[in-house]
């Protein structure tokens, strides 16, 4: 026998089927109610829409959906979808959301790492906010020790002189205080 859906699943599912509507302004309105009644499960259609919409309205609607997110299983669910390609082009400004959530980050230090080493100036700095903005995290030493290696390789083959890799250098400054204190 099939489970029934329960009530939460079916109003996600009606909100997302709204999210996905023609009228912007409904899809708007799906976003503040997926603000109630949605969880993780909602981030990556959010997102989908998000590069889906030529609507700076929605977009920026999403962009605050992020910016107030309170779960606490949210940064198991994001960090891969950044590292998803089709969301390429918004990672800098999910970023930008995630250390204005003020959620903990400290378990995907790793993955903080490699996104600034792969993305572009803003991807980078953004990753850095993070990274700094994380205050007594529950950091894994394997966590930073693998984010020492990612950084020291690196630089190891990247020598230049960039602003980029001034922001990188500081992140590996941050990766290894953090080491010391550990």
Not at 16 to 42: C, P, W, Y
Not at 158 to 168: F, G, H, R, T, V
């Amino acid at each position: 026998m099939a489970q029934e859906l329960s009530g939460k699943q079916k109003k996600i599912i009606e909100l997302l089927t709204m999210l996905n509507s023609k009228d912007e302004k409904e899809s708007i309105h799906a976003v503040s109610r997926l603000k109630v009644h949605g969880d993780e499960s909602v981030l990556e259609p959010l997102l989908d829409k998000f590069m889906a919409t030529k609507s700076d309205e929605l977009k920026n609607e999403i962009l605050i959906f992020f910016s107030e997110l309170k779960s606490t299983k949210a940064p198991a669910v994001i960090m891969p979808l950044l590292k998803k390609n089709k969301f390429k082009d918004a990672q800098a400004l999910i970023l930008n959301t995630m250390w204005n959530s003020g959620l903990d980050y400290s378990q995907n230090i790793t993955d903080l790492c490699e996104i600034a080493i792969d993305g572009d100036f803003m991807v980078t700095f953004e990753c850095f906010t993070i990274l700094d903005n994380i205050n007594d995290g529950d950091f894994l030493e394997t966590d930073i020790n693998d984010a020492n290696i990612i950084l020291k390789e690196y630089f190891s083959a990247n020598q230049e002189d960039s602003q980029k890799n001034a922001i990188l250098q500081d992140m590996l400054s941050i990766v290894t205080a953090i080491n010391t204190s550990l």
